[in-house]
């Protein structure tokens, strides 16, 4: 008997920490970022405008992907909360609490969440950008 407890006991608990460190599972209905892809000007204009709708302290980042082009860094993470479902395209200006995913090129961190996340929006008639500026943590 006390075997047998302890064993499901113990799937109990993999099974429950398994489960608190994955994001939850949420649904976009926003037709726009279905039809465009997150490094687009078209999906960015529209993130900025759903940003400027949610209560930000409700808001949630998972890391994705990582890339490099020209010389610059970005990556992409999921963003989520106050109803908002969608993916986020960053260009990294500052390091500040992601140096090892930096080192890593991201490798070893999807899906792990960045808290205490902040950014600056840059956004004119030709370009909008969400300007990475630091993370209080990577949760993984």
């Known amino acids: ?3 047998t407890f302890i064993n499901a006991l113990s799937v109990f ?3 429950t920490f398994i489960v608190s460190c994955d994001r939850a599972v949420c649904k976009n209905t926003n037709i726009i970022f279905d039809k465009y892809s997150p490094d687009t000007k078209e999906y960015k204009d529209e993130l900025v405008k759903q940003l400027a709708k949610v209560d930000k302290s409700k808001l949630r980042y998972w890391m994705d992907t990582y890339q490099e ?3 610059s860094k970005y990556f992409t993470a999921h963003i989520q909360g106050d109803g908002l479902c969608a ?5 990294i200006v500052s390091n500040k609490g992601i140096e090892r ?6 490798m ?4 792990a969440e960045l808290t205490d996340l902040k950014f600056d929006i840059k956004q004119d008639s030709t370009s909008t950008e969400f300007l990475f ?8």
């Open 87 to 91: 993916k986020i395209y960053f260009t």
């Open 101 to 106: 995913l930096l080192k890593n090129k991201g």
């Open 69 to 71: 082009h020209n010389n």
């Open 133 to 140: 500026q630091q993370a209080g943590g990577i949760v993984d």
């Open 1 to 3: 008997m006390t075997k």
């Open 13 to 15: 608990c993999l099974l």
């Open 108 to 111: 070893g961190y999807r899906g």
